[in-house]
């Protein structure tokens, strides 16, 4: 029987190659995304792979999803965005916008899937958050903010079904190099570390798969995110420095 992969996030960057990638190794592969065009852009070529229109922060349309696509093995929930602005200048409903899509659209994906992995003893969930959860970068406080409260939310979802079968997995890359990243980059370097090369997509989902063999809830794709947490942890004046000069 072949196994359901529900991606989100689909229509461009990492959420797409990692549909791809799965409709290539013979999954059923739900696509979701609102981008319409981008989607189809995705599954082009791709038999088993079935676009889906969803905003993951409807909490009812996610539920509705799930139930219609039944069984899902493996979720990677990479739908998010990131409106950057300084703190005590970001409107509020873009602040209520980013929770309500990159915190609360992670709960939705999670409540409407989690329960069946449960019943069935098995599935992952691997859910995008960020270096920046680890990281103050200036202008992106609401981001931060939100993806911050992916890691805790993980944390406890770990503690609390320990033993289940349930592989849980929170993806935290530094910049990734894809359309939305460049598009950011070019309106606003000083929010997006524009000086430093972006990771390529693929970097960070073979990082994932690696990390599926191994008993650990964070993947660090990379060396330079390993050693900006370890720095962040242990000498938090030292990267405060590196990031006021950069």
């Not at 696509?31 to 009812?60: K, Q």
């Not at 959860?133 to 805790?152: D, E, H, L, M, Q």
Request: charged share 20%; proline share 5%.
């Amino acid at each position: 029987m072949r196994k359901t992969a529900l991606v989100t996030g689909a229509a461009s960057g990492l959420g797409a190659l990692a549909a791809q990638r799965f409709a290539a190794a013979g999954w059923d592969v739900v696509a979701v995304d609102v981008d319409e065009d981008g989607l189809a852009r995705t599954a082009l070529r791709s038999p088993n792979m079935h676009t889906r229109l969803c905003d993951v922060s409807d909490a009812r349309a996610v539920e509705a999803l799930v139930a219609e696509t039944g069984a899902v093995h493996r979720v990677v929930h990479a739908a998010a965005i990131s409106p950057l602005a300084p703190a005590l200048e970001q409107p509020l409903d873009d602040v209520e916008r980013v929770t309500r899509v990159n915190y609360l659209g992670t709960v939705n994906v999670v409540r409407a899937t989690l329960p069946g992995m449960l019943e069935r003893r098995g599935g992952e969930l691997i859910l995008f958050s960020s270096l920046n959860a680890f990281v103050p970068v200036a202008k992106t406080s609401a981001y931060r903010a939100a993806k911050a409260a992916i890691n805790a939310y993980a944390e406890t979802l770990r503690q609390e079904h320990a033993g289940s079968g349930v592989r849980f997995k929170v993806v935290c890359p530094r910049q990734v190099d894809t359309p939305a990243y460049r598009a950011a980059s070019a309106a606003d370097p000083s929010g997006t570390a524009a000086g430093m090369k972006a990771m390529p997509v693929r970097r960070v989902l073979d990082a994932i798969d690696r990390s599926l063999a191994r008993d650990e809830l964070y993947v660090f794709p990379d060396a330079i995110t390993r050693a900006t947490v370890l720095t962040g942890r242990y000498a938090p004046g030292l990267l405060r420095r590196a990031l006021t000069r950069a």
